[in-house]
């Protein structure tokens, strides 16, 4: 069975800092046409980060799109100069936690939400934890506040729907199946 759906045409509706607003027209596999709305974004990383006493880095600010505070794994956009994922993971540990890491795991990626956005999330884990000395500037418009949470404390702000986004949910069970795996 063919799935594919063939552009007829394409128009860019608004061109953001973040993400671009594109209109399809598409044929479906039946012959049919119909009308794609589609954002466009240039992907992203997260980092799940333990310190040394098995807590969580966290952060915790406000998110306008739900109008309610977040408490999620830092992350953030790639930049044009990011080579990789792992560079804009590195980038954002250090730019909103003031952490660096010596070991990094790439743990898995994923299409965030495809049936309307085709941003493409990588996500890391890092370990050996240290302070920068002089790490690099939060982003101008960001307002966070850095949290170390223990196991039971993230999944008490799980319960109480302050950490709810995608990436730190599955931080969350990546978490418990790590811990499960060393009992």
């Known amino acids: 069975m063919d799935f594919e759906e063939k552009t007829i045409s394409s128009e860019v509706i608004y061109n953001g800092k973040v993400t671009k607003y594109v209109v399809e027209d598409v044929r479906l596999p039946n012959g049919k046409e119909s009308k794609r709305e589609i954002v466009r974004h240039a992907g992203a990383s997260a980092v799940i980060a333990f310190t040394e006493d098995d807590k969580l880095i966290l952060v915790k600010q406000y ?25 804009t993971a590195k980038r954002e540990l250090e730019e909103e936690t003031g952490y660096r890491a010596k070991e990094w795991i790439f743990v898995t990626s994923f299409y965030s939400t495809p049936g309307f956005t085709d941003e493409f999330l990588e996500i890391y884990e890092a370990s050996d934890l240290t302070i920068a000395e002089d790490p690099l500037p939060k982003d101008e418009d960001e307002t966070i ?38 009992e």
């Open 63 to 87: 998110r306008k799109a739900i109008e309610q505070v977040s408490i999620e794994i830092p992350a953030g956009l790639k930049d044009n100069e990011d080579t990789d994922g792992m560079m």
């Open 145 to 182: 506040e850095l949290l170390t949470l223990t196991y039971d404390e993230a999944w008490a702000e799980y319960e109480k729907g302050t950490l709810r986004d995608s990436k730190s949910v599955f931080a969350l069970f990546y978490w418990k199946m790590l811990r499960l795996k060393a």
